[in-house]
Structures are given as structure tokens and as C-alpha cells.
């Protein structure tokens, strides 16, 4: 549900808000963004199925590797299995670990990387291919480089009716890079 703050931005702004987009398997958005070991990103996601990226970029695996699944996740060379889903709830993803809904599941080793390719919600870039795409639901997803906020992604309905993420800092709309549409609520 859109709180009041969110209502008020939806009006000054313009911008046909939602409470989450999803994906049905084979849509996804490509952030523009190259992740390095700086990279962070917070976001919350609903009903996530186990096989299928939430987010991730790679150069092969464990090669440059941000990558987080409900089941698994991966940073610089490291990853890690983990047990208990993060299909649901809110993720908090950098060098300092992978915490879910407040709770520290995995801190990796650190590596230095640069990502050579960009990196996708709801899919796995590998090495500029696009593969594993994920189902589920994005709420928001907020990416910082360096501690800098460089991407404030939130859901929403352009003035044709398609869903996709409106970035609160470009100011631009990312829309679906994959097949079929995404679906809103």
C-alpha cells in the first residue's frame, strides 16, 4: 500500500506509483551499472521462486561475481549457499555481507572487481548474455556505489500503462528488457 509520503511524490511528481512490479519469468530490467566490490544494493522482494536470479552480473562463475538467488548468492570469487530463502523480505547485499531482514546470512571474502557487463534484476547477466531469469516481486531497489546512492529504483505505471521502474535519481523510466510484461500491484 502507497504510504502518504509516497502519495504525496505520486502527485507532485507525476509518477503512477505501485506497490511492487512482477515478473513472470522472463522479463527483466537492465540497470545500466557496472557493480564493483563498492557496490551495494537494498531492495525487498516478495514471493521469489528458488531457481532464478533476484539480481546478478558475472563473467563467468565466481569470475566478477554480484550475484544474489533465493538459494545462493555470490560476490568476487566467493559464494555461498543459503539455506534459508531470501525469497521474501528485505536484502542488503555488499562487501560487508548479505543480510536478510536484518540478519547477517553470509560475509564474504573480499576481492577488488569491476564488473565487465551490467547488472539485471530479476536475471543473471553472464558475460553479456542474459540467463536465469528469476519470478517474483520487486519493491524497491536502491543501488550505492561507494556509500552514493546512484540508482533509487521504485515500481510504477508510465502514462501508457506499462509497468516497469521509474530511478528516483535519473529521473528515467527502466522498462523490460525480456519478453512479455511485467504485472503490477
Request: aromatic fraction near 14%; hydrophobic fraction near 30%.
Amino acid at each position: 500500500m502507497i504510504g502518504q509520503t509516497n502519495a504525496i511524490e505520486k502527485v507532485n511528481a507525476g509518477i503512477d506509483y505501485v506497490e511492487y512490479i512482477q515478473s513472470s519469468g522472463t522479463q527483466y530490467i537492465n540497470t545500466g551499472l557496472k557493480p564493483t566490490q563498492n557496490t551495494r544494493i537494498v531492495c525487498e522482494v516478495v514471493d521469489f521462486a528458488s531457481k532464478g536470479a533476484i539480481f546478478g552480473v558475472d563473467n563467468g562463475w565466481l569470475t566478477q561475481s554480484y550475484t544474489v538467488f533465493p538459494n545462493i548468492s555470490a560476490f568476487g570469487t566467493a559464494s555461498y549457499d543459503i539455506s534459508n530463502y531470501v525469497s521474501n523480505g528485505t536484502i542488503d547485499f555488499s562487501k560487508n555481507g548479505l543480510i536478510h531482514n536484518g540478519s547477517t546470512v553470509w560475509t564474504p571474502s573480499t576481492s577488488d572487481f569491476t564488473s565487465l557487463y551490467e547488472l539485471t534484476l530479476f536475471a543473471l547477466n553472464r558475460s553479456g548474455a542474459t540467463r536465469e531469469l528469476g519470478s517474483g516481486k520487486l519493491k524497491y531497489l536502491q543501488y550505492y556505489e561507494a556509500d552514493v546512492l546512484v540508482r533509487d529504483f521504485k515500481p510504477c505505471k508510465d502514462k501508457n500503462g506499462t509497468y516497469c521502474l521509474y530511478d528516483e535519481v535519473s529521473k528515467t523510466y527502466f522498462y523490460n528488457a525480456g519478453t512479455g510484461s511485467f504485472i503490477g500491484g
